[in-house]
């Protein structure tokens, strides 16, 4: 049973370009939540989504930023216009059940580094 | 909103000697979560609490949740050098599916 996967590993944009974080949870898992993480840092919640719904967007930048997992595919967090600052560590975690059905460890998978030069 | 302070930030150990890592949450979580990240991995889930008191173990590791669960610890006995790397504790509150992550506890063992 394959964990978390997330591609691309490494990622390098220009500023002002946009980048593409794909992330296809574990086979049975419905939730997927994504996290930032700069070096030394915890891990910051951004969303939390089900499969075509976004459940808690708390975290996500209102601008730039957005999230979505369809029917069919693996989920994205798009970056639109990049800035330094958006330079992290991108996890992507995914549960078989929300807090309702507990319990509900999450499964990371190996992230996203994005480097804005 | 709801925050998770954890401390120490940085621990520097012997091999063999004992480490431990606390949690406090400024309200009441509905269960806390420890995770543990090596260098350059991913976060690892180790344990969930749920109950007020409640106290599990894994081998060398200790988990507490706190009376109040507000608070909760990581212990672990007679560290070794595959212990290294970031403890990370994470809490939601009643309703939410948002887990708030702790800073993290980087431990560090010198053999």
């Known amino acids: 049973n394959a964990g978390v996967m997330q591609n691309p590993r490494h990622l390098v944009r220009r500023r002002g370009q946009e980048a593409r974080l794909r992330c296809s949870p574990m086979k049975g898992h419905s939730h997927v939540y994504w996290y930032r993480q700069l070096p030394e840092e915890g891990l910051k919640f951004m969303v939390y989504l089900q499969k075509e719904n976004i459940i808690d967007e708390s975290g996500m930048p209102k601008e730039r930023f957005s999230a979505e997992f369809p029917k069919e595919g693996p989920s994205i967090l798009r970056i639109q216009q990049v800035v330094r600052g958006d330079s992290a560590a991108y996890f992507c975690a995914s549960s078989p059940l929300g807090l309702a059905g507990g319990p509900f460890e999450q499964y990371f998978g190996p992230g996203t580094r994005l480097t804005v030069t | 909103g709801q925050q998770v302070m954890q401390i120490p930030q940085y621990q520097h150990v012997q091999e063999g000697e004992d480490f431990t890592t606390y949690c406090n949450s400024s309200?009441?979580?509905?269960?806390i979560q420890w995770y543990k990240q090596r260098p350059g991995g991913h976060p690892v889930f180790l344990i969930q609490l749920v109950k007020s008191g409640e106290v599990k173990k894994q081998k060398r590791l200790t988990f507490q949740f706190g009376e109040a669960k507000k608070n909760s610890s990581l212990h672990i006995t007679a560290t070794q050098t595959t212990d290294v790397g970031t403890y990370f504790c994470?809490?939601?509150?009643?309703?939410?599916?948002?887990?708030?992550f702790g800073k993290g506890t980087k431990l560090t063992v010198n053999p």
């Open positions: 994470a809490g939601t509150q009643g309703g939410s599916e948002k887990l708030v």
């Open positions: 309200t009441t979580l509905s269960n």
